[in-house]
T-cell receptor, first 117, second 112 residues
Framework: DQQVKQNSPSLSVQEGRISILNCDYT??????FLWYKKYPAEGPTFLIS?????DKNEDGRFTVFLNKSAKHLSLHIVPSQPGDSAVYFC????????????????FGKGTLLTVNP | DGGITQSPKYLFRKEGQNVTLSCEQN?????MYWYRQDPGQGLRLIYY???????QKGDIAEGYSVSREKKESFPLTVTSAQKNPTAFYLC???????????FGQGTRLTVV
């Protein structure tokens, strides 16, 4: 049972336009959400995150929106650049240690973003 | 430089052999994780550990074993009981109280 879903396996956009990557989740226990970027044969790198107490977080060209009632989040990249071409993973986190001090991430299957020059 | 080191980057084994993947971190992180990536499957959690000598099964632990004898090391053994061991394996760590995990560069294991 997939708790984090990225329903679009791939997305292609033109350089300079907006890229919107979507993610849905089913587990109401998730309280923190992250986006990771991954190039082939490398480990994922952290991009941006959002707590469930917020509905928007912005960092430069990257903005993440969270709609808790719909259990949906999205990553907006504006403007898109060719170097943004990679696989983007949505991840959700909840506490697994009773002391609240550590967490485990559940990942979606990823969306391959291609930004064309 | 601080980081997470996985070795080797590529590993080949014959079917039926156990193989151990190395993961070392010098970030002084408490928690460590092992994930597996297959094409079209995203990252799936194999095992995780918060403290030395303690670890928990993830979503796909069958056929794998781990140890956490030192804070900086979290080796993963892929046993002959793992039915489909060929995959890209990623180790990660995170500091106390942080949701963000930092990943190593991965080990691609091919079993022939």
């Amino acid at each position: 049972d997939q708790q984090v879903k990225q329903n679009s396996p791939s997305l292609s956009v033109q350089e300079g336009r907006i890229s919107i990557l979507n993610c849905d989740y089913t587990n109401s226990m998730f309280d923190y959400f992250l986006w990771y970027k991954k190039y082939p044969a490398e480990g994922p790198t952290f991009l941006i995150s959002i707590s469930s107490i917020k509905d928007k977080n912005e960092d430069g060209r990257f903005t993440v929106f969270l709609n808790k009632s719909a259990k949906h989040l999205s990553l907006h990249i504006v403007p898109s650049q060719p170097g943004d071409s990679a696989v983007y993973f949505c991840a959700a986190s909840h506490t697994w240690y009773s002391g609240g001090s550590n967490y485990k991430l559940t990942f979606g299957k990823g969306t391959l973003l291609t930004v064309n020059p | 430089d601080g980081g997470i080191t996985q070795s080797p980057k590529y590993l080949f084994r014959k079917e039926g052999q156990n193989v151990t993947l190395s993961c070392e971190q010098n970030l002084n992180h408490d928690a460590m994780y092992w994930y597996r990536q297959d094409p079209g499957q995203g990252l799936r959690l194999i095992y995780y550990s918060q403290i030395v000598n303690d670890f928990q099964k993830g979503d796909i632990a069958e056929g794998y074993s781990v140890s956490r004898e030192k804070k900086e090391s979290f080796p993963l053994t892929v046993t002959s009981a793992q039915k489909n061991p060929t995959a890209f394996y990623l180790c990660a760590s995170s500091p106390l109280g942080s949701h963000e995990a930092f990943f190593g560069q991965g080990t691609r294991l091919t079993v022939v």
